[in-house]
T-cell receptor, first 115, second 114 residues
Framework: GQQVMQIPQYQHVQEGEDFTTYCNSS?????IQWYKQRPGGHPVFLIQ?????EVKKQKRLTFQFGEAKKNSSLHITATQTTDVGTYFCAGGDFAGGTSYGKLTFGQGTILTVHP | GAGVSQSPRYKVTKRGQDVALRCDPI?????LYWYRQALGQGPEFLTY????????KSGLPNDRFSAERPEGSISTLTIQRTEQRDSAMYRCASSLGDIFYGYTFGSGTRLTVV
């Protein structure tokens, strides 16, 4: 079945440094979504990418979808303490049939920001 | 309601007992999903519904697990004859539709089987 891998598992940065997490799928994806989960909280939807090579920005966050639609990245510029949490990518694969809504989540990257 | 509501927030049950976990999605959301999240891991798909129809139940681990959404709104995930390995955070999410919509997750139900 489809697998989604994320690296790194952990990232510790000083406030103001940049951060990147990478997501790789074993199959071609129909779409990819990114979620943020604060400690003790639940995943919160950040963004969705659908097109090959797509790049989207949200303030200091930049999201990319690879040309082959098998990988994605999230880059945060000049991290702040409010960026602390676990970032998950989640891939959809419509090619298998009718399960359009199912997402396969990566294991997440835990970001710690030291002030 | 304003968000996805799950109850109970915490459930401790003895091995062998049945449990029912409830999810009340955002009003008007067509799609409802159940995921299970182990500590330090990403959510793992269990099943999902569009309206009252169960679209995919491929993630249910075995026949002790079942889910329903009889009126296309509130859903119940039932685990029969619970085992210790069922202990986890069970998360419900809903979305406007199942294609190209982000999920809104609830706060989850922490199930502990002792």
């Amino acid at each position: 079945g489809q697998q989604v891998m994320q690296i790194p598992q952990y990232q510790h940065v000083q406030e103001g440094e940049d951060f990147t997490t990478y997501c790789n799928s074993s199959t071609t994806l129909s779409n990819i979504q990114w979620y943020k989960q604060r400690p003790g909280g639940h995943p919160v939807f950040l963004i969705q990418l659908v097109k090959s090579g797509e790049v989207k920005k949200q303030k200091r966050l930049t999201f990319q979808f690879g040309e082959a639609k098998k990988n994605s990245s999230l880059h945060i510029t000049a991290t702040q303490t409010t960026d602390v949490g676990t970032y998950f990518c989640a891939g959809g694969d419509f090619a298998g049939g009718t399960s359009y809504g199912k997402l396969t989540f990566g294991q997440g990257t835990i970001l710690t920001v030291h002030p | 309601g304003a968000g996805v509501s799950q109850s109970p927030r915490y459930k401790v049950t003895k091995r062998g007992q049945d449990v029912a976990l409830r999810c009340d999605p955002i009003s008007g959301h067509v799609s409802l999903y159940w995921y299970r999240q182990a500590l330090g891991q990403g959510p793992e798909f269990l099943t999902y519904f569009n309206y009252e129809a169960q679209q995919d139940k491929s993630g249910l681990p075995n026949d002790r697990f079942s889910a329903e959404r009889p009126e296309g709104s509130i859903s119940t995930l039932t685990i029969q004859r619970t085992e210790q390995r069922d202990s986890a955070m069970y998360r419900c999410a809903s979305s406007l539709g199942d294609i190209f919509y982000g999920y809104t997750f609830g706060s989850g139900t922490r199930l502990t089987v002792v």
